[in-house]
T-cell receptor, first 114, second 112 residues
Framework: DTEVTQTPKHLVMGMTNKKSLKCEQHMGHRAMYWYKQKAKKPPELMFV???????INESVPSRFSPECPNSSLLNLHLHALQPEDSALYLC?????????????FGPGTRLTVT | GQQVMQIPQYQHVQEGEDFTTYCNSSTTLSNIQWYKQRPGGHPVFLIQLVKSGEVKKQKRLTFQFGEAKKNSSLHITATQTTDVGTYFCAGRRETSYDKVIFGPGTSLSVIP
């Protein structure tokens, strides 16, 4: 199984809502990532988890809260988002932390904040 | 900070023509990865280059890593409509072990 799955595929939420994005991989990968991608732009790193511990937080606003419950799951909790947070949120994983390893991306969650 | 640049931003080619995208970094890279993202899709890993001057081929795709490890290129021979998408290079940030910086991408359109 070389797949990263993400749910939901689409999400529309108001600025006062609380929602969560979910990501799962069963490849035994020990690094997992959250990226944000705006239209016609490259993926922008938000968080990196290495061996279930947060290793990188790219100065992401606190309205985004990541969680890694176990080695296969990664969540992104959303609260009080702004319309400019609307984007494609991509989850990725790699065999180990470190840039020597290819990243496997999930299909993404397309988020619209109204 | 480290920057990764790509040119051109967009390229429209007739099917059968060749295509090249160039990736340049302001600092030396430990390695470089290339990803392809189809319209409406997600990035898919193509290849990784590690050694100075390295050249790798995948069918019609040829990847090069510069001698100074600051630039890279992806060349597609005889493009097909299946090559449509955005090609991103991604290099390691000098101050971070487990982070890659994505270039802005080159969007390829192929006219049948």
């Amino acid at each position: 199984d070389t797949e990263v799955t993400q749910t939901p595929k689409h999400l529309v939420m108001g600025m006062t809502n609380k929602k969560s994005l979910k990501c799962e991989q069963h490849m035994g990968h020990r690094a997992m990532y959250w990226y944000k991608q705006k239209a016609k732009k490259p993926p922008e790193l938000m968080f990196v988890y290495s061996y279930e511990k947060l290793s990188i937080n790219e100065s992401v606003p606190s309205r985004f809260s990541p969680e890694c419950p176990n080695s296969s799951l990664l969540n992104l909790h959303l609260h009080a988002l702004q319309p400019e947070d609307s984007a494609l949120y991509l989850c990725a994983s790699s065999q180990e932390p470190g840039t020597a390893y290819e990243q496997y991306f999930g299909p993404g969650t397309r988020l619209t904040v109204t | 900070g480290q920057q990764v640049m790509q040119i051109p931003q967009y390229q429209h080619v007739q099917e059968g023509e060749d295509f090249t995208t160039y990736c340049n970094s302001s600092t030396t890279l430990s390695n470089i990865q290339w990803y392809k993202q189809r319209p409406g899709g997600h990035p898919v890993f193509l290849i990784q280059l590690v050694k100075s001057g390295e050249v790798k081929k995948q069918k019609r795709l040829t990847f090069q890593f510069g001698e100074a490890k600051k630039n890279s290129s992806l060349h597609i021979t005889a493009t097909q409509t299946t090559d449509v998408g955005t090609y991103f290079c991604a290099g390691r940030r000098e101050t971070s072990y487990d982070k890659v910086i994505f270039g802005p991408g080159t969007s390829l359109s192929v006219i049948p």
